[in-house]
Nanobody, 117 residues
């Protein structure tokens, strides 16, 4: 069982920055993908950013140019650097991991990000 522990959420003013961290209980090099989803009140969970083994990344159109996802294999941690935050970025952010060999998806407990206008 893989455990994902998020940190770094909080309250920030519009235009500000936050960095989310997701620490995995196993070597992230053994995972095929890690990333972040978010869910705002009354809305479906949506993809924010994913980093695949090998380093390829993908982003939601709404965050391109503002958010950056990176991974640190030595710390088994994935980061989401969020700049130029907007009130519409307010949501619970969930860390995500996918392991193809076991066909398993893992989720963190979520961390709240609130952007005030």
């Amino acid at each position: 069982q893989v455990q994902l522990v998020e940190s770094g959420g909080g309250l920030v003013q519009a235009g500000g920055s936050l960095t989310l961290s997701c620490a995995a209980s196993i070597r992230i090099s053994s995972l095929n993908a890690m990333g972040w989803y978010r869910q705002a009140p009354g809305k479906q969970r949506e993809l924010v950013a994913i980093i695949f083994s090998g380093g390829r990344t993908t982003y939601a159109d709404s965050v391109k140019g503002r958010f950056t996802i990176t991974g640190d294999n030595a710390k088994n941690t994935v980061y989401l650097q969020m700049n130029s935050l907007k009130p519409e970025d307010t949501a619970v952010y969930y860390c995500y991991a996918r392991q193809y060999i076991t066909s398993t998806t893992y989720w963190g407990q979520g961390t709240q990000v609130t952007v005030s206008s």
